[in-house]
């Protein structure tokens, strides 16, 4: 038995094979799972019902476990920032900044070689998606 915080296996292997510049993407309810990433991504279903897990959930774990260096957000059609990106903020490592990105534009960037893994969240929030960028574990583990 593991004695931290993320305990999923199949997570636990995805991000033990990715390293520095590979892509997390916490997709909402609403995200294409099974097309909008390329073929080789994995994919791993937390979406137990509907809220359950939510994006921040998940990301409140991962940060436990990997370095972020970079996070994207998708910009509502409006051009406004969803509200959640606010909470996004919250939890993230101080000095990342969200970029936001039009949808198609954000659907552009995680259909790429670096996108490692695709979790599906309950997030019923609109434009809830969140792709993280793994940073560089410093010696000594920090």
């Known amino acids: 038995m593991l004695k931290y ?3 999923h296996p199949e997570l636990l292997s995805v991000l033990a094979q990715a390293g520095h510049g590979s892509r997390v993407l916490l997709a909402d309810a609403n995200y294409p ?3 909008g990433a390329p073929p080789h991504t994995r ?13 921040a959930e998940v990301l409140k774990v991962l940060l436990d476990a990997i370095p972020v260096e970079a996070a994207y957000a998708m910009r509502m059609d409006s051009g406004a920032e969803p509200p959640i990106v606010a909470e996004f903020r919250k939890w993230l490592p101080p000095g990342v900044e969200i970029q936001l990105l039009p949808s198609f ?17 309950g997030e019923d929030q609109l434009y809830a998606n969140l792709l993280l960028t793994i940073g560089v574990v410093r010696p000594g583990g920090a």
């Open 5 to 7: 915080r993320l305990l």
């Open 105 to 121: 534009d954000f659907y552009d960037v995680v259909n790429t070689p670096q996108t490692a893994v695709v979790i599906a969240t």
């Open 43 to 55: 994919r791993i279903y937390l979406n137990l019902a509907p809220g359950r897990l939510s994006v």
């Open 33 to 35: 799972v099974a097309t």
